[in-house]
């Protein structure tokens, strides 16, 4: 074996786990999703407002429940069944872009509307996110969870790039009525493929056995 298959190896060895590679496609497909769809809401709110400050209402919104909540989002993501849980909130996730992008099309769509739809996607964020760094951790063995959270950090990073690249071409080309529903399509694909291909986890992690987030808290 030559040093550099040796090496391709070593980096891509999490995605000989089966489980761990139908979701780390659903992660590229269910993020790029979401980039788009970050990207399609804010030209959306320039479009209805004409100025900066809806726009940065909107995005404080959509972070909100994260800034005040995200420590109760971790814990309920501990205690939770996280493939479940994923398939919850992707399927939520999907159906808000779909949601919003009917509306749009039927003229219906305004500030309000947008503003209770970006607070909606924060809150399914909230528990979203840690649910799905944790569920990597029970899909591989404790030898390559380095390699997994590597490779985890990877398909992040490139779908923050790809997202909103793709979404600005499509918003020059067809505008915001017609990339909102692929947008939808996208993240359900990836619900789909965690639901139809990842049967369990292999690796179970232990769950908490209380909720009690103040306590957490205090450990320095």
Known sequence: MTPVRRAADRTFRSLRV?????????QGVSLTGTWMQSVAQAWLVLKLSGGGL???????????????????GGLVADRADKRRLIVI?????????LGLGVLTVTGLASLPIVYVFAFLLGIVTL?????????????????????AVSLNGVVMNAARIA?????????????????SVPV?????????AILVGIIA??????????????EALQYE
């Open 163 to 179: 997202g909103p690249v793709l979404a600005g071409l499509l918003i020059a080309r067809v505008d915001f009525i017609v990339l």
């Open 89 to 97: 909130t992707q399927s939520v996730s999907g159906a808000l872009a």
């Open 54 to 72: 809806a726009l940065g209402i909107v995005t404080a919104l959509q972070f909100l429940p994260v800034l005040l909540a995200g420590p109760w």
């Open 18 to 26: 089966r489980n761990y590679r139908l979701y780390f496609l659903g």
């Open 201 to 214: 986890a292999i690796f179970p992690a232990r769950r908490a056995a209380r909720l009690n987030v103040l």
């Open 127 to 147: 528990v979203d996110m840690p649910a799905r760094q944790a569920f990597v951790i029970e899909m591989v063995g404790a030898r390559d969870v380095p390699n």
């Open 184 to 192: 939808g399509q996208l993240v359900l694909f990836a619900v789909a």
